[in-house]
């Protein structure tokens, strides 16, 4: 019986690639029950996020297991398994406990400590734990990671700093349009990324005016109204995009929302009643909310998640440097859960300790 990993992240992939494997966290629940049907394999967690996919599970054989995962990605999202196959990593046992660590300590992430991760490696753990797709082993690789997770940030430097996902909008807005005086930021969506953005929003005080959307309007009615903005009807969409200066979209949709052709309308809109500036989009979704073309329209910046890079790379630099410590707690951790806990670890670790 193996414990084994299978995945790809923003280190392995493009976010066209990342996209297109994603699990929608409304149909988690079903993938769930499908992926632990599947021929040996008897539990599993999906940790699904903007920057990774991964697939944990209890296999009673290992490479069958991870040939296993593999397939199910392929056949779950439709995409061909020598397509997508370059583009994933894949460990067991030992290696696949080392990996779990390393992602819940936040020195896998795309920016390094970030506190996200963690809730994220709980929430997907106790998603499988509610549709009873959990046993003992993964039950006691994932309480170790998030004890992992825990000790990491309150030992260890890795989280100081301002480097949120909402901190490095900002700063990227701030760069692209000088000032924030008087200018119309519209916020799409109402998850962990919109409420990050608008939290250092207000800690700032932004002289600014902030719309909100969200198809679930008293979801946007909440969020707006913590920063001092207002919701708008995701209905109106259109509309709102015309009076905006900077969009920042990060929905769960699993399907474009904005089209290339609204915003090349929208554009000539704006040529006929004023000569601002280029309109600055944002999107933080994945899958993507808005259609990549949309870059090529004269007038328009757009900028993914892959496109942050060059702004982390500048805030990370102190962080990396506790990475040492964290990996001597990841070290602690893997050889007293080896000694303690049922899970059968014996092959050796293929990443540094």
Known sequence: MSFIAVGTNHTCSPIEVRERLAFPKKSLSKVLERLTTREGIDAAVILSTCNRVELYAHARDADEGVRALEEFLSDYHHQVLVTIEPYLYAYTDREAVIHLFHVASG???QIVGEPQILEQVRHAYEEAKLNGCTDDLIASAFSRAIAVGERSREETGISEGETSIGSIVLSLIKEELGTLKDKKILIIGVGKVAESLTQHMKRENIETIVFVSNRTFEKAQ???????????????????????????????????IIRKEEIAEMLRHKQRTSNQHPLLIIDLAVPRDVDPEVKHLEGVTLFCLDDLDFIIRRTVDRRKQEIPRVLRIIREEVEDLCIREPLELEREPALLL
């Open 107 to 109: 020195v896998d992430s």
């Open 222 to 256: 909440e969020l707006a109204q913590a920063v001092g903005g207002q919701a708008v009807n995701f209905a109106l969409l259109k509309q709102n995009l015309k009076e905006a200066d900077a969009v920042i979209s990060a929905t769960g949709s699993p399907h474009t």
